[in-house]
């Protein structure tokens, strides 16, 4: 649409996950070097988290891009199932068809794999994509086959990459085992203003293009962004069609205040302020009453996003909540 207007070979700003463009910031950089870990060391099990848009897919693909063939890897992106279809999906990875299997014959079917697999000198990786979604009976199965090991070295190397949400989940009271295996845990930031200019300008170079296609706009970008690289895309490539609609040369001021515009986009520091205004107005009482559901209550709190921002803040209502009635009872006793 508008790549011989602005002399471009490829479009900068897809939002699909394409590795071609992927702008490594320093927090992007310790992700990926987490990751590589999970594969290479012996202990390899990495729970690496960031907000929606932050990049996290594309890290993915960069590191199965440079695999070798001595690795067999699995990778699950579809994440709302059961324990039983998530060993089937898992064993549909390493080429088999366990559909007629029972559950016991699909964790000796997978046992015996990793077990060939060690012998035959190749390392097992087991990738997942939006772990957030994980039931707690998921998480304790992979629980149960990141024990699989040697005297010396693990046999199947886990890396679980999920929204801020899995924290939650791996906190709770009965996850302390799986916990315990976890080698690093990383949260990726947002990019900082200066790496939203980098990002922005890494990208266009990528794409083909030798000229400052976006004039001095970043600051506004930063604002209605957040520094989240999915939405930088979004309001960048609109951007870039609002100037060859008006057959303009370069992103100006007025350019990009006509694609947010358009967009209909908040500040994103405003509306962030919002989300915590809101969960400010709700007692830790009634974050203990929603989140009282069990497996459920995750469902629950997709249902109404805006009440809180991440379920790990209903684990600090429910620890702060014990700590209160705890030094309740201990100055009763005094």
Request: aromatic share 8%; charged share 25%; net charge negative.
């Amino acid at each position: 649409m508008y790549l011989d207007h602005f002399n471009l070979k490829d479009f900068p700003f897809r939002l699909t996950p394409d590795t071609d463009f992927l702008y490594m910031s320093p927090a992007h950089s310790r992700a990926i070097s987490y990751m590589e870990y999970a594969v290479f060391n012996q202990e390899g099990f990495v729970v690496i988290t960031g907000e929606i848009g932050s990049g996290k897919t594309t890290l993915i693909q960069k590191l199965l891009s440079e695999m070798d063939v001595n690795i067999n890897v699995a990778k699950i992106f579809q994440t709302q199932l059961d324990d039983v279809e998530f060993l089937q999906s898992v064993l549909v990875e390493f080429g088999m068809n366990p559909f007629s299997a029972k559950k016991v014959e699909l964790l000796n079917m997978l046992n015996q794999y990793l077990v060939d697999s060690y012998m035959n000198n190749k390392r097992v990786v087991l990738i997942v994509d939006d772990a957030q979604n994980l039931s707690k009976k998921v998480l304790e199965e992979i629980c149960m086959l990141s024990g699989v090991e040697t005297q010396k070295e693990k046999i199947l190397h886990v890396i679980l990459v999920g929204q801020p949400e899995l924290n939650a989940a791996l906190e709770g009271a009965d996850m302390e085992q799986l916990l315990q295996r976890i080698s690093l845990r990383y949260h990726m930031r947002t990019l900082t203003k200066e790496e939203t200019r980098k990002y922005v300008e890494h990208r266009v170079n990528i794409a083909g293009s030798d000229k400052d296609l976006f004039e001095d706009v970043f600051d506004t970008i930063y604002k209605y962004t957040g520094g989240t690289p999915r939405l930088i895309n979004t309001l960048c490539d609109t951007a870039l069609t609002c100037s060859y609609a008006d057959n303009v040369n370069v992103v100006s001021q007025e350019v990009i205040d006509t694609a947010v515009e358009e967009l209909q986009w908040p500040e994103f520091a405003s509306k962030s302020r919002k989300d915590r205004s809101e969960f400010r107005n709700i007692s830790v009482d009634e974050l203990m009453d929603e989140s009282s559901g069990g497996d459920d209550y995750s469902t629950e709190y997709d249902k109404d996003s805006s009440k809180i921002s991440s379920l790990a803040l209903v684990e600090i209502a429910r620890q702060l909540k014990r700590i209160a009635n705890v030094l309740e009872e201990k100055g009763k006793s005094e």
